[in-house]
């Protein structure tokens, strides 16, 4: 589907110099002289390049769709994850790095959504939220009040994250995986 240069969005995946792309920011800009443009910064989701480039209201882009499926995973195997079609039961391998930063939230047996354009996996997306156990929380500094300060905290995986004051080691609390955030204790 062709959209206008200036009807792009954050979010939307794009064909752009035959490549994938992701958009993650725009900037509509009206210079005094000559025509609006709309400033956009995307990421390659073939190699992960990240570029800007800059499309006039004339300029028209392919909007991909891309098809989503379930897959569980399955066990790392070096540096690849093996994850396994929840309908087929067909397994397929993908590089560890595909993940990014939400990587050490994967457990076995999750069940993640993979983004697939013409047949092939270009990313996988883990669950918003997870369960995690702090292994390690340090101590409550004398006066710290708890409606504005945070300490920081270290998750089984290793992940370090900022949790409230009343958090201790070996509490099971709900962690925001893109933003590796506290959401709340574990119910």
């Not at 920011?25 to 390659?44: D, L, R, S």
């Not at 098809?67 to 070096?78: A, I, N, R, V």
């Not at 993979?114 to 500094?141: F, G, H, R």
Request: aromatic letters at 8%; charged letters at 25%.
């Amino acid at each position: 589907m062709k959209i206008s240069g200036v009807d792009i969005r954050p979010g939307n995946i794009i064909e752009y110099e035959g490549g994938i792309w992701k958009v993650a920011k725009i900037q509509h800009t009206q210079p005094g002289k000559g025509g609006a443009y709309m400033q956009v910064e995307m990421k390659n989701l073939q190699d992960g390049r990240k570029t800007n480039v800059r499309f006039r209201s004339a300029d028209t882009v392919e909007k991909v769709r891309l098809d989503t499926k379930e897959f569980q995973f399955l066990y790392e195997d070096g540096e690849f994850l093996v994850f396994m079609d929840q309908d087929t039961f067909e397994q397929i391998n993908l590089p560890g790095d595909l993940l990014g930063d939400a990587r050490p939230f994967l457990e076995d047996g999750m069940t993640v959504t993979l983004e697939l354009w013409e047949e092939k996996p270009i990313s996988v997306a883990l669950p918003e939220q997870v369960e995690a156990t702090i292994v390690e929380a340090d101590a409550v500094v004398k006066g710290q009040t708890a409606s504005s300060s945070y300490k920081p905290a270290i998750l089984e995986n290793g992940v370090r994250i900022m949790v409230p004051p009343h958090i201790e080691s070996g509490t099971r609390i709900v962690v925001d995986v893109y933003e590796q955030a506290y959401i709340s204790k574990a119910g």
